[in-house]
């Protein structure tokens, strides 16, 4: 009587998403770190594992105080592919998210096989060990990137027009062909998403983005060092001649994933994850010299970047009504959460 009314709990607590163990692949970055407070929110236990070549065992630390729980992190190679194996039947994984990759597209210009090789080739063993396992639910980092440089200004879908144009974004794109080709097995769930420019930190500077590949980080780190902003590109057909850009909080991306995790349909192959919104170059600068009190700072206006499109911006359609998903947070939040 006991131990049934017992297994009814732990059955139904199953039912709800609770009692599953997710393994969150690079769950020591920047992104990985926000997904792991998520899951964790809701009840699932999640286990960590990152090479900390550009994770932070600060962030697992940090969560493991808010939340009150031990997280395991497993320090290793994402192409360490017996540990990843060891990893999945020590913790019985129930689904993988995985987050690990290199993510500079100017390196990947330079390190080309490096990138396939992490992003390409690691997702495909990774997704032999899962099938080997009987690990079932699989949620993929894709990235606008895949689209390449658009010349048109219409929104992103996904089944428009896809051109990849560097190794970055050659590497996830071929890798949702595997992925794809796993969630099509009978019973596997999962899908590929796909992130546009994520920003943003949600008031937990534990949290923050340590990259500095990207115009938010950029931009403030020259102002914390008296420099001026630069823009690449003020001739662009937008507007006011730069880049327009869909920018969506870190917050809002680690909410798509629970609901990709806890979706009772079966999700499409790909899903964008954006706001829908293009934000110019410029107003972003604007937005972060105001929120460093800074407006007084000039503004260099340099030549183009090779390769950066004016315009790309996400169709978030599908993401509404398949995933039952829209982003929440503001440019004005985004931004404000990162002072
Ligand atoms: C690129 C990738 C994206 C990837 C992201 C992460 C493409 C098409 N997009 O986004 O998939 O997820 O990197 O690394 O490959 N800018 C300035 N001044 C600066 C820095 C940037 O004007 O100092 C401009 C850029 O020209 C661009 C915009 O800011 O128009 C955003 O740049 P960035 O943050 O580097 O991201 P993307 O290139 O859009």
Redesign the pocket.
Same mark, same amino acid.
């Given at each position: 009587m006991h131990m049934n009314s017992h297994k009814v709990g732990i059955d139904r607590l199953k039912s709800m998403g609770q009692g599953q163990t997710w393994l969150l692949t690079g769950g020591a970055g920047y992104i990985g770190s926000h997904i792991a407070d998520e899951f964790i929110g809701a009840g699932k236990s999640v286990v960590v594992y990152d090479s900390l070549y550009q994770g932070l065992q600060s962030r697992i630390k940090f969560l493991e105080d808010k939340h009150q729980v031990e997280i395991p992190l497993v320090q290793a190679d994402i192409l360490d592919y017996k540990k990843l194996d060891e990893t999945i039947k020590k913790y019985n994984i129930y689904g993988i998210v995985h987050t690990a990759a290199l993510?500079?597209?100017g390196e990947s210009m330079e390190k080309p096989d490096l990138y396939f090789e992490v992003n390409l080739t690691a997702t495909i063993e990774l997704l032999k060990i899962a099938e080997q396992n009987n690990v079932k639910n699989f949620i993929f980092s894709s990235?606008?990137?895949v689209y390449?440089?658009p010349d048109s200004m219409d929104l992103c879908k996904e089944d428009g027009p896809v051109a990849p144009i560097?190794p970055?974004?050659d590497s996830k794109y071929q890798a949702e062909a595997y992925v794809e080709k796993f969630i099509s097995k009978p019973r596997n769930r999962g899908t590929s998403l796909r992130?546009f420019?994520v920003i943003g930190c949600g008031a937990t500077p534990e949290l923050l983005d340590n990259s500095v590949?990207? /115009?938010i980080p950029? @931009?403030i780190n020259k102002i914390k060092a008296g420099q001026s902003? @630069?823009?690449?590109?003020t001739d662009y057909p937008t507007e006011d001649g730069?880049?327009i850009?869909d920018y969506v909080d870190v917050r809002d991306i680690a909410r798509a994933h629970l609901a990709a995790a806890d979706s009772p349909n079966v999700l499409p192959t790909k899903i964008n994850i954006g706001t829908g919104r293009g934000v110019s @170059?410029h107003q972003v600068i604007e937005l972060v010299l105001a929120g460093l009190n800074s407006t007084n700072t000039p503004v260099i206006e340099t030549d183009r970047?090779a390769?950066?499109?004016a315009f /790309?911006c996400a169709d978030v359609s599908l993401s509404k009504t398949a995933l039952k998903f829209e982003s929440r947070y503001s440019l004005e939040e985004s931004i404000a959460s990162i002072f």
């Open positions: 993510k500079a597209v990235s606008a990137a390449g440089s560097s970055y974004g992130f420019n590949e990207n /115009l950029i @931009v902003p @630069v823009i690449f590109g730069t880049c850009r @170059v970047r390769g950066d499109p /790309l």
